[in-house]
C-alpha cells in the first residue's frame, strides 16, 4: 500500500492519491443502502434495505474490486463524478462533505485513528440492514429511515 500523507483528508477531493480517496471512506455502511428518491422534490430517502453486497458486520462491500459486475448500478465515486453524486451520498459521508469544504467528523477513523468509532459513535449501519433480496422493491418504503448520526 502506498504511503498515506499526513492529515490528506483536508486536502481537496481532486488533489487525493488513489490511495487515499480509498482511505476516506470511513466504513460506515450507508452508501450501500438503497435508497429512495422523491420525483418531484429530489429529496433522498435511505432505508434499511442494503444491496446483496453489503456485509452488515463490517459495513463494507464484500465483493468491492468486482461490485460493478456483480451490481451494475453501483455508483462508483470519482473527484470527475462527485458532482453528480454528492446529492444522494448519505449526509455524515466523507467523500460528501470534503466535497462540499467541510470538515470530517470527530468520530471518523482518519480523526480519532480508531477503525471501530464509527460504529460506537453510532453512525454506522452495522447491525441494522435487511438484504434487498428478502424485500420486494415496492415494500422498500416501509424500511424508510433516518440517517444514524445526522
Known sequence: MS??????????????????W???CDGCGKCCLNKL??????E???TR??????DDQTCRCGQYEIRKTL??????LTPETMGDVAYFMPETCAYRLRHEGKPLYHWHPLV???PESVHSAGVS???LTVPEFEVPEEEWEDYIIEEPGT
Open 125 to 127: 449501519m452495522r447491525g
Open 22 to 24: 480509498e482511505a476516506l
Open 71 to 76: 451490481v451494475p448500478e453501483c455508483i462508483q
Open 49 to 54: 434495505v442494503a444491496c446483496r453486497l453489503l
Open 3 to 20: 504511503r498515506l500523507r499526513r492529515e490528506f483528508w483536508t486536502l481537496p477531493l481532486a488533489k487525493l492519491t488513489p490511495a487515499e
Open 44 to 46: 433522498v430517502a435511505l
Open 37 to 42: 428518491e422523491d420525483e418531484e422534490t429530489g
Open 112 to 114: 480519532s485513528g480508531d
